[in-house]
Nanobody, 115 residues
Framework: QVQLVESGGGLVQPGGPLELSCAAS????????MGWYRQAPGKQRELVAS???????NYADSVKGRATISRNNAKNTVYLQMNSLKPEDTAVYYC?????????WGQGTQVTVSS
């Protein structure tokens, strides 16, 4: 059974930092592309950042320079660090694991940027 369990969401002050973690089980973690997506109310789910099995990263334009995705294959965990958070970063953040033809999602964690 595949599980992706996100943690680290919550209320964040504008301009503050955020760190999310996603612990994976039931997959050969090191072989998967891992990603973080987010979905704001009334909007489509969008990619925030992804990291390949080889460590190559990709970021949405909206978070470039503010976000860092990393992975620890020994711990089967992927991380997302963001700084200078803005109210428009408010969304449910989802962990994703992809390896053709498989595509798995976590349950999501709410991040709210507000004073």
């Amino acid at each position: 059974q595949v599980q992706l369990v996100e943690s680290g969401g919550g209320l964040v002050q504008p301009g503050g930092p955020l760190e999310l973690s996603c612990a994976a089980s039931g997959i050969t973690f090191a072989t998967y592309v891992m990603g973080w997506y987010r979905q704001a109310p009334g909007k489509q789910r969008e990619l925030v950042a992804s990291i390949t099995s080889g460590g190559s990263t990709n970021y949405a334009d909206s978070v470039k320079g503010r976000a860092t995705i990393s992975r620890n294959n020994a711990k089967n965990t992927v991380y997302l660090q963001m700084n200078s958070l803005k109210p428009e970063d408010t969304a449910v953040y989802y962990c994703n694991a992809q390896r053709n033809p498989f595509n798995f999602w976590g349950q999501g964690t709410q991040v709210t940027v507000s004073s």
